[in-house]
């Protein structure tokens, strides 16, 4: 984190971030991100994640654990890097990624935990 920046400014890099994590790495980008700093935890929304492919195997029990191994098993590949992102933007180390996705509405929801409480350094 930059000297002087608002959270805001925070959460938008960090927003920005995924979306091109997102587009580069799982091949597009979601309709909708919305990244919230609280405490020493970032979270991430993300609305629209899934592929026409990945909702049309949505539809069965199956496709579904299809589809969630899969992107589970890009998150894991691309962690890392994900985690790097993060702490360049915050300045605070990543002590964890945790992740899930709702195949029926197609929203993935990521938290990063922190080493350190980002909110009270905005105050």
């Known amino acids: 984190m930059k000297d002087g920046q608002t959270k805001g400014e925070v959460e ?3 927003r920005n971030a995924i979306i091109k994590f ?3 790495f799982m091949g597009r980008g ?3 991100v919305r990244v919230f ?3 020493d935890i970032v979270l991430v929304r993300l609305k629209g994640v899934l592929t026409p492919a990945e909702r049309q195997l949505a539809k ?3 496709g579904v654990e299809m ?3 899969l992107r589970q098993t890009l998150i894991a590949q691309g962690r890392e890097k994900l985690s790097q992102q993060v702490d360049e ?3 605070a180390k990543t002590a964890g990624l945790f992740t899930d996705i709702d195949t029926q509405i197609g929203e993935r929801i990521i938290v990063f935990t922190l080493d350190q409480d980002l909110e009270s350094a905005f105050q």
């Open 22 to 24: 997102e587009q580069e």
């Open 30 to 32: 979601p309709e909708d």
């Open 89 to 91: 933007l915050t300045g």
């Open 67 to 69: 589809v969630r191994r």
């Open 12 to 14: 938008s890099a960090i």
């Open 37 to 39: 700093i609280i405490k």
């Open 60 to 62: 069965t029990a199956e």
